[in-house]
T-cell receptor
Framework: DGGITQSPKYLFRKEGQNVTLSCEQNLNHDAMYWYRQDPGQGLRLIYYSQIVNDFQKGDIAEGYSVSREKKESFPLTVTSAQKNPTAFYLC???????????FGQGTRLTVV | KNQVEQSPQSLIILEGKNCTLQCNYTVSPFSNLRWYKQDTGRGPVSLTIMTFSENTKSNGRYTATLDADTKQSSLHITASQLSDSASYICVVSANSGYALNFGKGTSLLVTP
């Protein structure tokens, strides 16, 4: 909520396929993040971006890729190299001053 | 290594009762601490955010405390309601960069 739109809400992927999760924001925030959430675990950082055309790997970047061509958009691609992609994926944004982070409603990805 | 530890891992209380959740952290240098509420299958929503100089902050029936000396925070929920059933996540931010350090959350179940 708060101006962050993630889509789709549910996504099914066949083994060997790449899929792309969308994250769009209208908050004019500089920083955008992608997290993965598994049952019983905290959120783990996949990638983050502080400015357009620049992004950094997080703790679990292997098998994922991102782009930041526009300030409003930070799509995440889950590649076939990600061996266990079934999880809940959350996108977040943070503005100048880093006082508060806002989250999207998440995308649940399932491998079938 | 920056770490955030939350306790208890899970909690069951009767409707109308109070409860307190704990968060200990080792993040340094400290910037701010946030409590989020996450309903099942949805993105986290901010409850409170506190900086170094703030000891207490309230948001309705939610009251957060911060002791920056001992690096401890608590979230107190008063007169619990069924809708309080959710996961409560403590997030600590360091002054350096945009990194957010997440606890694993406390799963709260409020029963009739």
């Amino acid at each position: 909520d708060g101006g962050i739109t993630q889509s789709p809400k549910y996504l099914f992927r066949k083994e060997g396929q790449n899929v792309t999760l969308s994250c769009e924001q209208n908050l004019n925030h500089d920083a955008m993040y992608w997290y993965r959430q598994d049952p019983g675990q905290g959120l783990r950082l996949i990638y983050y971006s502080q400015i357009v055309n620049d992004f950094q790997k997080g703790d679990i970047a292997e098998g994922y890729s991102v782009s930041r061509e526009k300030k409003e958009s930070f799509p995440l691609t889950v590649t076939s190299a990600q061996k266990n992609p079934t999880a809940f994926y959350l996108c977040a944004t943070q503005g100048i001053g880093r006082t508060e982070a806002f989250f999207g409603q998440g995308t649940r990805l399932t491998v079938v | 290594k920056n770490q955030v530890e939350q306790s208890p891992q899970s909690l069951i209380i009767l409707e109308g009762k109070n409860c307190t959740l704990q968060c200990n952290y080792t993040v340094s240098p400290f910037s701010n601490l946030r409590w989020y509420k996450q309903d099942t299958g949805r993105g986290p929503v901010s409850l409170t955010i506190m900086t170094f100089s703030e000891n207490t902050k309230s948001n309705g029936r939610y009251t957060a405390t911060l002791d920056a000396d001992t690096k401890q925070s608590s979230l107190h929920i008063t007169a619990s309601q069924l809708s309080d059933s959710a996961s409560y996540i403590c997030v600590v931010s360091a002054n350096s960069g945009y990194a957010l350090n997440f606890g694993k959350g406390t799963s709260l179940l409020v029963t009739p």
